[in-house]
C-alpha cells in the first residue's frame, strides 16, 4: 500500500484504487474491482468482505477500528474518539486524537480531504462535493478540532475539463467568496462553467490557515483504470480514502 509522503511520521493517508489483487468477482461488472460502497446495489457480502481485507492490512499498523458514514453531502461533522459508533453515523466529516482508529471516506468523483495537525496528534477526513465545499464542510470540520489543522492532502477527484456545472453553483461560491470566480472557466453552453473543485478547496483551507496543502492533481474522470467516476458511469463503485495516527510500539 503507498502511503503518502511528507506528513507527520506517525500519520499514515492513502486512498484505494479499482484494482486490488484481492478483490473479489462482481456480479455486476460495472462494480468490478474494489468496491467498498454498500449503497451502489453491490452484494452486501462482498463488500463487507472488501473492508475486512482493507482492515486486514491497516492491522500491520496498529489499526484496529474503522469509522465508516452515510454520507450525505451535508455539513455533519462528528468527532470519535473515546465512543465508538456501532452504526455508520449520518456526515460527510470525522475527526480523531484516537491512535489506531481509521478515518474513512468513499468517492467517485467528490473530494476528499484529509486534515491533520502539526504534530501528528489530530487528523480529520472529510467528504467534499460542491455542495459540500459551499455550504461549509470545510470550515465545520476545522471548527471541530482541537488543534487548528496545519497540513491538508487532497485525493482524487473530478478535473475542472471534465466537471460541468450550471452557473448557479458558480453563484453560490462567487457570493461567499468572490475571489473563487477564477476557478471556473466558461462551458462550451451559455450559462455551464467548469469548476475547479481542487483550487476552490485550497482557497478555503488557505482561508481557514491550513499553510501546506498536497495532492491534488488526480482526476477520477479521466483516469479509468484507477478510480470510479459517477459522471463517467453513473452504476459504479466507490473508492475510500483513510487516514489514521499509528499505534505502534
Given at each position: 500500500m503507498q502511503f503518502i509522503q511528507g506528513l507527520p511520521a506517525q500519520v499514515y493517508v492513502a486512498q484505494t484504487r479499482i484494482q486490488h489483487q484481492q478483490a473479489l468477482p462482481a456480479q455486476v461488472p460495472e462494480l468490478a474491482g474494489f468496491n467498498l460502497a454498500l449503497h451502489v446495489q453491490d452484494a452486501a457480502e462482498r463488500v463487507q468482505q472488501h473492508r475486512m481485507l482493507l482492515l486486514e492490512q491497516l492491522a500491520e499498523y496498529g489499526v484496529n477500528t474503522i469509522s465508516w458514514m452515510n454520507q450525505t453531502h451535508s455539513t455533519?461533522?462528528?468527532?470519535?474518539?473515546?465512543?465508538?459508533?456501532?452504526?455508520?453515523?449520518?456526515?460527510?466529516?470525522?475527526?480523531?486524537?484516537?491512535?489506531?482508529?481509521?478515518?474513512?471516506?468513499?468517492?467517485a468523483d467528490c473530494l476528499p480531504i484529509v486534515l491533520g495537525n502539526q504534530d501528528g496528534t489530530e487528523v480529520a477526513n472529510l467528504h467534499a462535493g460542491w455542495k459540500g465545499l459551499a455550504q461549509g464542510i470545510v470550515e465545520n470540520t476545522i471548527a471541530a478540532m482541537q488543534h487548528p489543522p496545519t497540513w491538508a492532502w487532497l485525493g482524487a477527484a473530478i478535473s475542472q475539463p471534465c466537471f460541468e456545472v450550471g452557473a448557479e453553483v458558480k453563484q453560490v461560491f462567487c457570493e461567499k467568496y468572490p475571489a473563487l470566480s477564477s476557478a471556473f472557466q466558461a462551458g462550451k453552453q451559455a450559462g455551464k462553467f467548469y469548476a475547479d473543485l481542487?483550487?476552490?478547496a485550497r482557497y478555503i483551507l488557505t482561508e481557514q490557515g491550513v499553510t501546506t496543502i498536497l495532492g491534488g492533481d488526480q482526476c477520477t474522470y479521466r483516469q479509468a483504470e484507477e478510480y470510479y467516476s459517477y459522471r463517467r458511469q453513473a452504476k459504479t463503485g466507490r473508492m475510500a480514502t483513510f487516514v489514521f495516527i499509528a499505534d505502534q510500539c
Open positions: 455533519l461533522c462528528h468527532v470519535i474518539n473515546d465512543e465508538l459508533h456501532f452504526n455508520a453515523p449520518e456526515g460527510d466529516g470525522l475527526v480523531t486524537q484516537r491512535k489506531g482508529h481509521a478515518l474513512m471516506m468513499m468517492t481542487y483550487a476552490i
